[in-house]
């Protein structure tokens, strides 16, 4: 027998933080350790927590679309932002 979760579409949190959430704050410590230097971490952790509350106000999906429309993220089954025409 296996255990469905509550909410299959919850993203997983560790300490109330989003996992890329968290994968920003340890590469902001790892960068500040690598180059020893505090002032690249607070420098970075500020970006990280700017990004983390700028992520609470806008609606899930956001960053992906953005990066979408810059042409920096292929999403699937979807043609590339700059392309003018196209067959389907």
Do not use: C
Not at 28 to 34: L, Q
Not at 61 to 75: A, P, Q, V
Request: charged share 20%; no cysteine; net charge positive.
């Amino acid at each position: 027998m296996y255990k469905i979760p509550r909410y299959i579409n919850k993203p997983l949190t560790f300490i109330g933080l989003e996992m890329d959430e968290v994968a920003l704050i340890y590469f902001a410590a790892f960068y500040g350790y690598a180059v020893e230097s505090m002032i690249y971490f607070i420098i970075l952790l500020v970006g990280v927590i700017w990004f983390i509350i700028s992520k609470k106000r806008h609606p899930q999906g956001f960053y992906r679309h953005t990066l979408y429309f810059i042409s920096l993220y292929r999403l699937d089954l979807y043609p590339s932002f700059n392309k003018q025409e196209f067959l389907e």
